[in-house]
């Protein structure tokens, strides 16, 4: 049978676990997948992709970039949210609502319903950037999950436990991929691996995006 989204809806997608409350959703954000990508772009439009520093005074691989009521920020002072872009001291841009909506249905699909994400970080990886094995712990709301959408090139994705020691598996996340998780799994261990030397994507070349909405405030 020919299922075009127009008369079927989405394409149908599976829901592998990862984890107690963590849920890999293949192809969960494909048909949307060009418009996120320019949602993407008219946000960095207003706060530009930058390499953040750490508290350690590492700098990171990833570019970011934030939008919604706050972004997160690290510097020499710590890892925070904030109200504010630092690099134009402006509010951030809104959520634009076609990623709102994805988080929402995102969400709801790992069993979290009525998720209102207050920050949306965007995270940009070319050749070699990673993100070493962390918790996000930095949000008020630890009840609300975490969705995360990933677009352009593959990665490999490392989801530990709870404690940094915890052995990690991992899947490769590919364009319109969207991984939720929550509840028990919530402060769990997550990064990427380095972004490999031939991952690319017909769309976005060898880059990779991933959007990571959370609640920050409760
Ligand atoms: C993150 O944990 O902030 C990013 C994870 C990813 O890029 O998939
Ligand atoms: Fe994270």
């Known amino acids: 049978m ?5 008369l079927f809806g989405p394409t149908p997608t599976t829901r592998e676990p990862l984890a107690d409350g963590a849920w890999l959703l293949r192809g969960f954000a494909l048909d949307q997948a060009d418009q996120l990508l320019d949602a993407i772009q008219r946000v960095a439009g207003q706060a530009a992709f930058r390499h953040q520093i750490t508290p350690g005074g590492h700098t990171m691989s ?3 970039s934030s939008c919604g009521a706050l972004g997160w920020v690290t510097d020499r002072h710590g890892y925070r949210y904030s109200d504010r872009d630092p690099l134009t001291d402006q509010p951030w841009p809104k959520i634009p609502d076609i990623l709102r909506q994805l988080a929402a249905e995102a969400a709801a699909a790992g069993g979290y319903e009525n998720f209102e994400p207050d920050a949306c970080l965007i995270n940009r990886y070319t050749t070699g950037a990673k993100m ?4 996000d ?3 008020e709301d630890m009840d609300a999950p975490i969705v995360s ?3 352009g090139a593959p990665i490999r994705f490392l989801f530990g436990g709870s404690a940094r020691t ?3 598996a991992g899947w490769k996340l590919e364009h319109g991929d969207v991984v939720v998780w929550g509840g028990p799994s ?3 261990f997550h990064g990427v691996a380095p972004l490999g030397k031939r991952a690319e994507h017909p769309v976005t070349g060898p880059v990779r995006y991933n959007l990571t909405f959370r609640k920050v405030r409760i």
């Open 132 to 135: 070493g094995l962390h918790q």
């Open 186 to 188: 919530r402060l769990f």
């Open 166 to 168: 915890d052995k990690a």
């Open 149 to 151: 959408v990933s677009l």
């Open 137 to 139: 712990k930095d949000e």
């Open 62 to 64: 990833a570019a970011m």
């Open 2 to 6: 020919n299922h075009t989204p127009d």
